[in-house]
């Protein structure tokens, strides 16, 4: 639902291809993702998913891009390139591989010049996209980098021109559709939160926990806040359920 409100398509094939970039992206991972996005979907959502963290992005065609990129390796700043084509600058290598290594208690990697290592903050995040629709990469790219097809599909325009013409046609009725995903997306982060609230409570409790009136007060108010949510999310999935019911006359316009 969070990725919903950033712009991503609700069809499976893309929320299927926002888990791989988000696998990927994670410090188990050994590869980079690489998005093939003609319509510039997957742009939009990780520079909205993205803007809080400060983003960064840029093109290999803009001749200071290897400053921008260690400052960002630095800083743990995100960094997303836009408008790759067929190859890839060599420069990129050893990000790429994540040639990443440690040296007197320093976390590094070698980038910007030969021997020239620099501090490597593991929250650093590497994003490459495509407008090429169908690009023809040699195995030396396509083993480095992890290639996710972000080409919209019959199920995803449908879904975007719905709500181009529903917030044209019924523009409360769209804009209703978004709160209810923000509250939803919101009360489901709070409810596991509390959720985990409760079994720290309980693993930290020493003694006989129906002796410690501290713990009991703060299960008793977890479990009040929690019911409230489940309540709150059980109203607005009805509501939501309603209103598509309502969106899905507008079917054959969009």
Known sequence: REWAIMTLPTDNTSLENAIMVTVS???KSRRWPLMIDPQGQALKWIQKM????GLKTIKLSEPGYIRTMEQAIRNGTPVLVEDVGETL???LEPILLKQVYVADGRTLINFG???NAIDYDPMFRFYLTTKIANPKYLPDI???VSLINFTV???GLEEQMLGDVV???KAELEETKNKIIQSVA???KRLKQYEDGILDNLESASGNILDNQAVIEALKKAQSTSELLSKRLADAETQSQSINEARLEYTPVA
């Open 153 to 155: 599909t019959m199920q």
């Open 89 to 91: 600058d060599p420069a």
């Open 113 to 115: 010049g030969s021997g």
């Open 50 to 53: 993205e803007a809080k963290s």
């Open 142 to 144: 396509c083993i480095k």
């Open 167 to 169: 917030a044209i046609e």
């Open 186 to 188: 919101s009360d489901k």
């Open 25 to 27: 992206t994670s410090n």
